[in-house]
């Protein structure tokens, strides 16, 4: 499975959606990724990708494209192009 794979299977697992509704997707645009949702969300990643997001790269996670630009950081080294 790929990282974009995985990627997108915790965001439709953990906020209960469907794929299609991932691109464009912000925190709090639907009501799954609400505090609670977003924490429940960055467990998920940092657990799947063996990662500790910083707390700024936390309070900054705030897309679905913007916590790809975060994990693609050099400092998690999660590559969506494999």
Known sequence: MSNLEKYNKIFTQTLGLK?????????????????????????????????MLDTMDVLDFSSYEKGKEILSKEEYGVDFNE
């Open 19 to 51: 794929e299609e509704q991932l691109d464009g997707l912000t925190y709090q645009s639907v009501p799954e990724w609400d505090s609670v949702g977003h924490m429940t969300l960055i467990s998920a990643l940092e657990g799947e990708f063996s990662i």
